[in-house]
């Protein structure tokens, strides 16, 4: 065991900490600061977060650990911004009557692949004007049904049904991905040399 070792290791362990909360933050920002970056500044950011982190954990810790331990760095950021989109102010609510409900169904790609997949488009009848459309991969109501949306005026995050936003599930998911990356970090070796 070289002594530069432990050090390497510590490193390692603290990529995913401080990655999550740049992921965080740099979401936060998008999502709810008075000053929103551009699209594109936004885009290359989190893209560059979320694929050098896994590529500076992966250079920290060698064996099976690095691998393992990068892609669960990689979808615990994903979630991290996921749970982050989730949990934004959705302020205001319109009552909206769903004036068509639009299906396309997406073929599997090839065998093996999991079967077709339904993805709705509802399109909306709202005052104002907005939202005009929620999307999914389920049916929220049928044509000429009246359902109140929670959307945020200022166009930063997509509408939603009231009450049907949760960042939980993947926030909890994050954290579980974020600690096992941690664990093998701290356990796993440092570069050999």
Not at 47 to 57: C, D, E, F, K, R
Not at 148 to 160: E, N, T
Request: aromatic share 6%.
């Amino acid at each position: 065991m070289s002594e530069d070792e432990p050090r390497v290791r510590r490193l390692a362990a603290l990529v995913p900490v401080v990655a999550a909360a740049a992921v965080y933050g740099s979401a936060q920002w998008c999502y709810t600061g008075a000053s929103a970056p551009s699209g594109t500044v936004a885009l290359v950011g989190g893209a560059v977060l979320v694929v050098g982190a896994p590529v500076v954990y992966f250079a920290c810790v060698s064996g099976s650990g690095s691998v393992f331990g990068a892609l669960f760095l990689a979808l615990g950021l994903l979630l991290t911004a996921t749970a982050t989109d989730q949990a934004a102010a959705r302020g205001e609510v319109a009552p909206c009557v769903v004036r068509d409900v639009e299906t396309r169904v997406q073929s599997p790609a090839g065998e093996g692949a999991p079967g077709p997949k339904t993805a709705y488009r509802h399109l909306l009848d709202c005052p104002g004007g907005y939202p005009d459309e929620l999307r999914g991969d389920r049916r929220i109501a049928d044509k000429g049904a009246e359902i109140r949306v929670a959307y945020d005026a200022r166009h930063r995050v997509s509408p939603a049904v009231e009450g049907e936003n949760s960042p939980w599930p993947a926030g909890s998911c994050a954290v579980a991905l974020l600690a096992l990356s941690t664990l093998l970090a701290a356990a796993g070796r440092g570069p050999d040399t």
